[in-house]
């Protein structure tokens, strides 16, 4: 899943793409690298940023939706409200990938249902200007997992097809540094709620943290690309349905590798039943 941010305020690329003709363009290189789906987003969720207006998002992210979709990508919309995701499917879009997992929109439960589009469940314990303060957890993989399960349960219940769900840990999302590896080593112990995993790393501040210089100043977004593509081939090789990044053309590569090892070690005889993607 390649990203593209129709923001002027984004993390990691600063507002690169927020022209709609460039977004367009930067969507369309990233299929080219091999990205298999765009995700079109139009509001920030970067720790501490406020919220858009809701036209303005409509403004920002149906232009670039329908035209990607007109030139052949299959396109996600990256939003946590029901208008938005419902006038995206609209113009195109194929899957909703909702950062609050549908509890910011009570709508959004309803769209997917009568759209059938896929919906990515990211754990979420609240918006972006708070969610700094909402990293208390026992064990996180169990928390999670605990929570994301409740999800699944609440959007079943409102309609949805368990088969439209895709599970997301949210990486960065109220959880400090350090409460993110566990996640990523513990994969499987999400794999197990048998939904597909989406895994989102691509340059948060975990990975900047780990990739500090020597006083301590975390490596600034535009460095964080290795460390990404490393996640990448871990989450592949742990059965991740997909990787969320902005630099595709390293995450292809590390993929590529991730098959490659698990095929070998099927043929050598070394692969086990919950190894297998």
Known sequence: M????????SFSDGGRWFEPAAAVAHGLALVEQG????????E???????????????????????????RGAAV???????????????????VVNDVSGGLADPGMADVVADTGVVLVVMHWRGPADVMDRLDDYGDVVVDVRDELQQRV??????????????????????????ANWPLLARLDELAALDLPVLVGASR??????????????????L???????????LAAAAGAWCVRVHDVPGSVDAVHVAQAWLGARRRSGRETDGDTP
């Open 76 to 94: 996600s919309v990256d939003t946590t409200r029901a208008e938005v995701a419902r006038r995206a499917v609209d113009a195109g879009a194929l």
């Open 204 to 221: 948060k501040r975990f990975l900047g943290h780990l990739l500090a210089d020597a006083d301590g100043t975390p490596a600034p977004p």
């Open 153 to 178: 349960e609440a959007l079943t219940g409102a309609g949805v097809r368990r088969e439209q769900l895709v599970l997301d840990p949210g990486l960065g999302f109220s959880k400090a540094g350090s």
């Open 35 to 42: 990205a298999d789906l765009l995700d079109v987003g139009g």
């Open 44 to 70: 920030s969720t970067r720790p501490g940023a406020a919220r858009v207006a809701l036209e303005d998002e409509l403004e920002r992210v149906l232009p670039v939706v329908r035209e990607l979709a007109a």
């Open 2 to 9: 390649g990203v593209v941010n129709v923001t002027p305020d």
């Open 223 to 233: 460095e964080r690309d290795g460390a990404t593509a490393a996640v990448s081939t």
